[in-house]
């Protein structure tokens, strides 16, 4: 049997894509976009991150992945053989619309410098390789760096309208008032609040209140903060609860009081941060958390059509209402799967409800039809913006700046507050080059 002439066989091959409805897609190395935080030197974050969009040869993005096995690689290392440094390099994440998260963490600072290659294939994408003239700093380098110089390396948003909004009903903020009042309202027994001063950037805490085990999570943002910029002078209390505090009207008498919260309400006055789990996502990723907002672009579960058709919860017993949507999931299995990973307030309900296994983000993903079809695509470009790493930084920076232009008298550290160390890297050293400027220049 004779075989058909190579020329036939790739019209054939080009006629069965098409009518199939799926014509071949070929990535231009030169032509495709590599972008993102990554590629500056200046920006220090746990895990360094930047942008890939596959473009094709007519010079057009790609929307989806191309097909089979994508040849898209990242090499990191040091710009000087002599300088030998650990960097983590996973595979690129594949985000199914035609672009690709990078990422890679170190492990060391590199004094010479790094030089990125992007790579398809073996051909050079965009304008690879690039060269990240050192000193690049790892994530545990103390090295504090100006404001206004560390903020637009960052490409901080000028304005926040949480922010704002947050902040406008507390035009003074009188600190007396607060240390008064603060133990009293907030401080007892069930209390989860935790007092805070920075003072010349180092942090001292003292707990208030019976659950204030989560301190951990507020305390690794603040020092991760002060390792790279210098913060403003400020006194503060956190609510480490599930729930805000602050209710009182704002022109009612006595007035509200800022109290920072990882959650707010519309009828509640909490100045609102990023909730502690995504923070501590962002400081630990790629160091096996499954709610990495970086590793979870890469899986987002299965296909629209496979989802399931079922409301989805887990969550610790914070607060009784979740007591109650898991009774409602027992008695309405087919519309409803709710669960409680770990029992603490309400211990003596565990037997009665069961314990629930924990899930990562990326099972999450399995949610309803139609309408949360199109809730999850416009909350999925809208994190992709939002919750990105050096977004979150930024946003705690300007919490914390809008807070303490608005305090009436000096910080101060009180009785009972303890100095709160940074973490120790002996593995790690990490020699400053910057140079520190003076609080007058601030």
């Known amino acids: 049997m004779r075989s058909l002439p190579r020329a036939l066989l790739l019209q054939l091959r080009l006629a069965l894509l098409v009518a199939a409805g799926a014509p071949e897609v070929l990535v231009s190395a030169p032509r495709s976009l590599v972008w993102g935080p990554g590629l500056q030197a200046a920006v220090v974050l746990p895990v360094r991150y930047f942008y890939l969009q596959a473009v094709n040869s007519e010079g057009q993005n790609l929307t989806r992945s191309p097909p089979g096995q994508t040849p898209f690689k990242v090499v990191v290392k040091s710009l000087s053989p002599k300088e030998l440094v650990r960097i983590h390099v996973p595979k690129p994440l594949d985000r199914n619309d035609g672009t690709f998260l990078m990422r890679y963490r170190m492990y060391e600072t590199v004094n010479e410098g790094l030089k990125i290659e992007v790579l398809y294939g073996d051909e050079h994408v965009a304008q690879s390789p690039y060269i990240l003239k050192g000193p690049v700093y790892h994530e545990y380098c103390e090295c504090p760096e100006d404001p206004q110089a560390w903020q637009k390396t960052l490409s901080c948003p000028t304005k926040e309208p949480q922010i704002a909004k947050d902040f406008a009903s507390f035009p003074s903020i009188n600190l007396q008032q607060m240390l008064n009042e603060v133990p009293k309202r907030f401080g007892d027994e069930r209390g989860a609040i935790v007092h805070y001063t920075i003072l010349d950037n180092h942090i001292y805490r003292r707990s208030l209140g019976k659950y204030t085990d989560f301190k951990m999570f507020s305390d690794e943002i603040l ?167 050096h977004r979150l930084y930024c946003y705690y920076y300007q919490v914390l700046q809008k807070y303490a232009e608005r305090q009436s008298s000096k910080p101060e550290v009180r009785d009972g507050m303890e100095l709160v160390p940074q973490p120790e890297d002996n593995t790690a050293i990490c020699q400053c080059h910057r140079k520190k400027p003076s609080r007058e220049e601030l």
């Open 223 to 389: 020092l991760s903060l002060t390792r790279k910029v210098l913060l403003p002078d400020l006194e503060f209390y956190v609510n480490l609860g599930d729930w805000p505090l602050e209710h009182r009207k704002v022109n009612g008498t006595p007035s509200p009081i800022p109290i920072i919260s990882w959650c707010g309400s519309l009828d509640s006055r909490d100045v609102v941060l990023p909730t502690y789990d995504i923070t501590h996502s962002t400081l630990e990723a790629m160091r096996g958390v499954t709610n990495d907002l970086l590793s979870i672009q890469g899986n987002t579960g299965p296909s629209w059509i496979n989802k399931t058709e079922r409301a989805f919860f887990r969550g610790r017993d914070s607060r009784e209402e979740r007591l109650q949507l898991v009774q409602l999931s027992k008695e309405n299995p087919q519309l409803l799967d709710a669960g409680i990973t770990g029992y603490f307030f309400f211990q003596e309900k565990e037997k009665e409800l069961g314990k629930a296994k924990l899930m990562g983000f990326f099972d999450f993903f399995k949610e309803n039809d139609e309408e949360a079809k199109k809730i999850a695509k416009e909350g999925q470009l809208m994190a992709r913006d939002l919750l990105q790493p």
